[in-house]
């Protein structure tokens, strides 16, 4: 990219710093967060952003070709109504949120779940819903899901308890497995997963008890929902 003033406002030139290597990108980022440019610094928000746009978009594009190739994706998938609201859903979530890496591959998965080549009507609208329900969900939520879900397939069981029947040790193994280190995040994203329908809910009056068993608290919800969001990993 030449040595000329960026102007942020310009389509044209934000497109272009966004594909500069990373490297370049922080470097202007750098300079122009130091610099007394004012009010002008907001702007730097833009250049994020749309860097992160950018990169999502193109790896979904390379990644959509691939599949057909392979003879994994329907090459007509977008001839079908419902496949054609996913992929605006799925669109409208980058360009609206420009997501982080976990919520992202999760979307995608579950978009090209519904496109895949084994995909009826039905499934296809089976994807459709899901892709709104995962617009619900963060980055813990999805680990959460993930982590729990390789219980429940037998992946990653090594010192699981599938019989307990305390919250706090259910949590306490999620923390472990996820490997943050802080149960508060996994106890603080346990109501709204609950809500959901995503994770059975808790027993007794103080919510310290749960019913698990091989599922580790999934339902039958969410054993779907990992199927699609995993199928593309």
Same mark, same amino acid.
């Given at each position: 990219?030449?040595?000329?003033?960026?102007?942020?406002?310009?389509p044209?030139d934000l497109?272009?710093?966004?594909?500069?290597?990373?490297?370049?990108?922080a470097?202007f980022?750098?300079?122009?967060?130091?610099?007394?440019?004012g009010?002008?610094k907001?702007s730097?928000?833009?250049?994020?952003?749309a860097?992160? *746009?950018?990169?999502?978009?193109?790896? %979904?594009g390379?990644e959509?070709?691939e599949? !057909?190739?392979? /003879?994994r994706?329907? $090459?007509?998938y977008?001839?079908?109504?419902?496949?054609?609201a996913s992929l605006?859903?799925?669109?409208?979530f980058?360009d609206?949120e420009?997501?982080d890496?976990?919520?992202?591959?999760?979307?995608k998965?579950i978009?090209?779940?519904g496109?895949?080549?084994?995909?009826?009507a039905?499934?296809?609208?089976?994807?459709?819903?899901?892709?709104?329900?995962?617009? *619900?969900?963060n980055?813990i939520?999805? %680990?959460i899901?993930?982590?729990?879900?390789? !219980?429940?397939? /037998?992946d990653?069981? $090594?010192?699981?308890?599938?019989?307990?029947n305390?919250?706090?040790?259910w949590?306490n193994t999620?923390?472990?497995?996820?490997?943050?280190?802080?149960?508060?995040?996994?106890?603080?994203?346990d109501?709204?997963?609950?809500e959901?329908?995503?994770?059975?809910?808790r027993?007794y009056?103080d919510?310290?008890?749960i019913?698990?068993?091989k599922?580790?608290r999934l339902t039958?919800l969410?054993i779907?929902?990992?199927?699609?969001?995993t199928k593309?990993?």
């Open positions: 990219m030449s040595k000329r003033i960026v102007n942020l406002l310009n044209k497109a272009e710093l966004v594909q500069q290597p990373s490297i370049k990108i470097e980022l750098t300079g122009f967060l130091a610099s007394s440019m009010d002008w907001l730097a928000g833009r250049i994020v952003q860097s992160i *746009k950018f990169n999502l978009l193109t790896q %979904l390379r959509l070709q599949y !057909i190739k392979k /003879g994706i329907k $090459e007509d977008y001839a079908s109504g419902k496949n054609k605006n859903e799925l669109l409208k980058i609206n420009a997501p890496d976990e919520r992202f591959k999760a979307m998965s978009f090209f779940s496109v895949s080549i084994d995909m009826d039905r499934q296809e609208e089976v994807a459709y819903q899901f892709l709104l329900l995962c617009k *619900k969900l980055s939520d999805i %680990l899901l993930g982590a729990c879900y390789k !219980i429940y397939l /037998g990653d069981v $090594e010192n699981v308890n599938t019989g307990i305390a919250f706090g040790d949590v999620v923390s472990e497995k996820i490997g943050y280190g802080l149960p508060e995040l996994i106890s603080a994203a109501p709204k997963l609950v959901l329908g995503l994770l059975s809910g027993t009056s919510k310290s008890g019913r698990t068993g599922e580790f039958t969410s779907k929902l990992c199927d699609f969001i593309y990993e």
